[in-house]
């Protein structure tokens, strides 16, 4: 079948659909209805089926594989490299299983799991679906006041963390973030749970903190059966990036995200059993929960954790690990490759990563020099997905595993099968034809594995993501989309990232395309500012590659003007950013994305709110000594 008629048959009949995926996992008991959609928008799939996600993804292959590797674990922080087969792993989780259920979590209660990139994370996440506890994982980079918040939503019974994680060959202690957390949260869970790695001092609360050394020995044999689920029951919740302001506690099912996964391995990461799956994300975010802990197990694959950046000890080291453990498909973020390209061309070709399949990139737009770059310099096909923590899985790709359909540039690829894509006008959600930007808007229900609701909070899930148009039940992406006459769509942007200089509307994606397009600039970011003349101007900040080049006033301006006369060629002269200006980073989210509206508010003299979620504060202080009005 084509990728057409494929994604076709998955919307004119969802229930036959998603009937044949649904048989990609195990079910311990049939469901007796596909779809129920009585109460829109809220899509319950798989009505009375029983599965478990850690039964899928590990016990499943027992049989077949029990002494394969499911999990390596690699760290370039501490040096340490550990490997799982299925059956350790399994060993491992019900361990950690059998000392959450003697701390006396159950079915539906919430854990916490504020961890480095260790094994132990992934035990506990498995852990808790093995007996039905819901985790909710808070990355390990978000400090007290974040973590705090998260866990006041949640109300865990349980916390697990560990005495610190590492970056950059640096130490990050958790204890004292956490702490300080259980300190200003109003919820306090009976007890935290630690992993001793010895990187930093950990003080112990007596009666609520426990060590997990101990408590293993103890356990070493324990066998903990899997509690078998209810398909509409909650495996996770997760909060967005907060890239747009205050975070959302996405819930998730269990069987309908075991089947989208399972079915996502199949036909768009095209995965086989025994082959390995690496994700450079970190289990914090969402594609580590689908593409680290659960999706490559599911299909029988080994996951790659990796502890550490993709420039340390220097920028060969994903490709070392590619080489390392012969990995077949592989997910990365277009930052890391960006940051990438600031180094030596040549560790891309150093090492054997002839076992590679497949580059995937998600998370923010792929401009098209760096997708070329990566692509040419590896010699493999790069695939663009576009997706969100709300829905789990790719909404744009190309699904080789359906069909081989080319890549454009520029554009993720079309809708996935089980999404039914709309491109509406703004203002009247009328659907806009090829060639015209509109919100990639998604016609309920949404399919298997994509959000529930708004953890404990329905009515912010329904105003939130279906209420921008009044008379319309659409679910809003809050991106701007073109699609060209052959179905391919390009993302120009989130819906509050486009300016208005003097009455024309402009993506600030356009424009960074165009600045990031030009060989001396690795990076750039583009955002609108007040201006009393023209509403709004663009202001263009540009990481360089050597960054040298900004020291000479005379190569400088020679740049600046090479860089707008490029906009002014391919976009006109309304487009031309009123400044440029080189900095040595840029702004991120520790997810790895650009925070524009924080760099907006600093441009225009307001407040940048939250920032906890902020990799590096100290590039805002650069930010705002290169836009304080001078002289
Ligand atoms: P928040 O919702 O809290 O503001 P966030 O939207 O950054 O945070 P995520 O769910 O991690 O949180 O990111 C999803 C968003 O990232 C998408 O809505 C889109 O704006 C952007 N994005 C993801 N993948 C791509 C891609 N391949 N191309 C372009 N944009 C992408
Ligand atoms: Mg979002």
Same mark, same amino acid.
């Given at each position: 079948?084509?990728?057409?008629?494929?994604?076709?048959?998955?919307?004119?009949?969802?229930?036959? !659909?998603?009937?044949?995926?649904?048989?990609?996992?195990?079910?311990?008991?049939?469901?007796?209805?596909?779809?129920?959609?009585?109460?829109?928008?809220?899509?319950?799939?798989?009505?009375?089926?029983? #599965?478990?996600?850690?039964?899928?993804?590990?016990?499943?292959?027992?049989?077949?594989?029990?002494?394969?590797?499911?999990?390596?674990?690699?760290? #370039?922080?501490?040096?340490?490299? $550990?490997?799982?087969?299925?059956?350790?792993?399994?060993?491992?989780?019900?361990?950690?299983?059998?000392?959450?259920?003697?701390?006396?979590?159950?079915?539906?209660?919430?854990?916490?799991?504020?961890?480095?990139?260790?094994?132990?994370?992934?035990?506990?996440?498995?852990?808790?679906?093995?007996?039905?506890?819901?985790?909710?994982?808070? !990355?390990?980079?978000?400090?007290?006041?974040?973590?705090?918040?998260?866990?006041?939503?949640?109300?865990?019974?349980?916390?697990?963390?560990?005495?610190?994680?590492? @970056?950059?060959?640096?130490?990050?202690?958790?204890?004292?973030?956490?702490?300080?957390?259980?300190?200003?949260?109003?919820?306090?869970?009976?007890?935290?749970?630690?992993?001793?790695?010895?990187?930093?001092?950990?003080?112990?609360?007596?009666?609520?903190?426990?060590?997990?050394?101990?408590?293993?020995?103890?356990?070493?044999?324990?066998?903990?059966?899997?509690?078998?689920?209810?398909?509409?029951?909650?495996?996770?919740?997760?909060?967005?990036?907060?890239?747009?302001?205050?975070?959302?506690?996405?819930?998730?099912?269990?069987?309908?995200?075991?089947?989208?996964?399972?079915?996502?391995?199949?036909?768009?990461?095209?995965?086989?059993?025994?082959?390995?799956?690496?994700?450079?994300?970190?289990?914090?975010?969402?594609?580590?929960?689908?593409?680290?802990?659960?999706?490559?197990?599911?299909?029988?694959?080994?996951?790659?954790?990796?502890?550490?950046?993709?420039?340390?000890?220097?920028?060969?080291?994903?490709? @070392?690990?590619?080489?390392?453990?012969?990995?077949?498909?592989?997910?990365?973020?277009?930052?890391?490759?960006?940051?990438?390209?600031? *180094?030596?061309?040549?560790?891309?070709?150093?090492?054997?990563?002839?076992?590679?399949?497949?580059?995937?990139?998600?998370?923010?737009?792929?401009?098209?020099?760096?997708?070329?770059?990566?692509?040419?310099?590896?010699?493999?096909?790069?695939?663009?997905?576009?997706?969100?923590?709300?829905?789990?899985?790719?909404?744009?790709?190309?699904?080789?595993?359906?069909?081989?359909?080319?890549?454009?540039?520029?554009?993720?690829?079309?809708?996935?099968?089980?999404?039914?894509?709309?491109?509406?006008?703004?203002? #009247?959600?009328?659907?806009?034809?090829?060639?015209?930007?509109?919100?990639?808007?998604?016609?309920?229900?949404?399919?298997?594995?994509?959000?529930?609701?708004?953890?404990?909070?329905?009515?912010?899930?329904?105003?939130?993501?279906?209420?921008?148009?009044?008379?319309?039940?659409?679910?809003? #992406?809050?991106?701007?989309?073109?699609?060209?006459?052959?179905?391919?769509?390009?993302?120009?942007?989130?819906?509050?990232?486009?300016?208005?200089?003097?009455? *024309?509307?402009?993506?600030?994606?356009?424009?960074?395309?165009?600045?990031?397009?030009?060989?001396?600039?690795?990076?750039?970011?583009?955002?609108?500012?007040?201006?009393?003349?023209?509403?709004?101007?663009?202001?263009? !900040?540009?990481?360089?590659?050597?960054?040298?080049?900004?020291?000479?006033?005379?190569?400088?301006?020679?740049?600046?003007?090479?860089?707008?006369?490029?906009?002014? $060629?391919?976009?006109?002269?309304?487009?031309?950013?009123?400044?440029?200006?080189?900095?040595?980073?840029?702004?991120?989210?520790?997810?790895?994305?650009?925070?524009? $509206?924080?760099?907006?508010?600093?441009?225009?003299? $307001?407040?940048?709110?939250?920032?906890?979620?902020?990799?590096?504060?100290?590039?805002?202080?650069?930010?705002?000594?290169?836009?304080?009005?001078?002289?």
């Amino acid at each position: 079948m084509n990728l057409h008629d494929f994604h076709e048959w998955s919307i004119s009949d969802r229930e036959s !659909f998603w009937r044949e995926q649904a048989y990609l996992i195990h079910w311990h008991k049939p469901f007796t209805k596909v779809l129920d959609y009585s109460k829109p928008p809220f899509a319950r799939w798989f009505v009375g089926g029983e #599965t478990n996600l850690c039964y899928n993804a590990i016990d499943r292959h027992l049989s077949t594989r029990a002494d394969k590797p499911a999990l390596i674990w690699e760290s #370039t922080e501490t040096g340490q490299s $550990r490997s799982y087969t299925f059956r350790e792993l399994q060993r491992e989780v019900m361990r950690m299983a059998a000392i959450m259920q003697s701390l006396g979590v159950e079915r539906g209660d919430r854990v916490v799991i504020y961890m480095p990139m260790i094994p132990e994370a992934v035990f506990a996440m498995h852990a808790c679906a093995r007996i039905g506890a819901i985790h909710s994982v808070v !990355f390990g980079g978000f400090a007290a006041h974040s973590l705090a918040s998260r866990i006041d939503d949640a109300a865990p019974r349980l916390i697990i963390s560990a005495d610190a994680g590492s @970056r950059g060959g640096k130490v990050v202690p958790y204890k004292g973030a956490l702490d300080e957390a259980i300190e200003r949260a109003a919820h306090k869970p009976e007890h935290v749970l630690l992993v001793d790695r010895g990187l930093a001092a950990m003080p112990r609360m007596p009666g609520r903190d426990l060590d997990y050394a101990p408590l293993r020995e103890r356990f070493l044999d324990a066998e903990v059966p899997v509690v078998w689920l209810e398909s509409n029951e909650i495996s996770y919740t997760l909060y967005t990036s907060g890239t747009t302001g205050r975070p959302k506690g996405v819930q998730r099912d269990v069987g309908g995200y075991a089947v989208a996964l399972a079915a996502s391995m199949k036909y768009i990461y095209c995965g086989n059993p025994g082959e390995t799956f690496f994700s450079s994300s970190d289990i914090g975010w969402v594609v580590g929960h689908s593409y680290i802990v659960y999706g490559p197990l599911l299909a029988g694959m080994a996951t790659l954790l990796f502890e550490g950046t993709p420039v340390h000890p220097d920028a060969g080291i994903l490709w @070392r690990l590619v080489e390392r453990h012969r990995v077949s498909v592989m997910f990365s973020a277009p930052t890391a490759i960006r940051v990438l390209k600031k *180094h030596d061309h040549a560790l891309l070709t150093q090492y054997d990563t002839s076992s590679l399949r497949t580059l995937f990139l998600a998370g923010e737009p792929l401009d098209e020099p760096t997708a070329r770059w990566i692509s040419e310099g590896l010699g493999k096909p790069v695939i663009d997905n576009y997706w969100q923590t709300e829905t789990g899985w790719p909404i744009l790709t190309v699904a080789r595993g359906v069909e081989d359909t080319p890549t454009r540039l520029g554009s993720p690829g079309m809708p996935m099968y089980g999404y039914d894509v709309r491109l509406l006008d703004i203002e #009247t959600g009328r659907e806009v034809g090829p060639g015209e930007k509109g919100v990639v808007s998604i016609m309920p229900p949404l399919p298997p594995g994509c959000m529930q609701t708004v953890w404990g909070d329905d009515a912010r899930f329904v105003n939130t993501y279906f209420g921008s148009l009044p008379d319309k039940l659409v679910y809003s #992406t809050f991106d701007w989309g073109i699609r060209d006459a052959d179905g391919y769509t390009f993302i120009l942007g989130r819906t509050d990232d486009v300016i208005n200089v003097a009455g *024309h509307r402009l993506g600030t994606r356009e424009i960074e395309e165009e600045l990031v397009a030009h060989p001396a600039v690795a990076e750039c970011t583009v955002v609108g500012m007040a201006d009393a003349l023209k509403g709004q101007v663009a202001i263009a !900040f540009v990481v360089l590659r050597d960054a040298r080049l900004a020291d000479d006033p005379k190569q400088r301006l020679a740049l600046e003007q090479d860089l707008l006369a490029s906009v002014d $060629r391919s976009l006109g002269a309304v487009a031309r950013p009123a400044r440029i200006v080189p900095i040595p980073a840029l702004p991120k989210t520790r997810s790895g994305k650009i925070l524009r $509206r924080t760099i907006q508010a600093l441009c225009e003299g $307001r407040d940048p709110g939250d920032l906890s979620t902020i990799e590096d504060p100290a590039v805002l202080e650069m930010i705002l000594a290169a836009v304080r009005p001078q002289g």
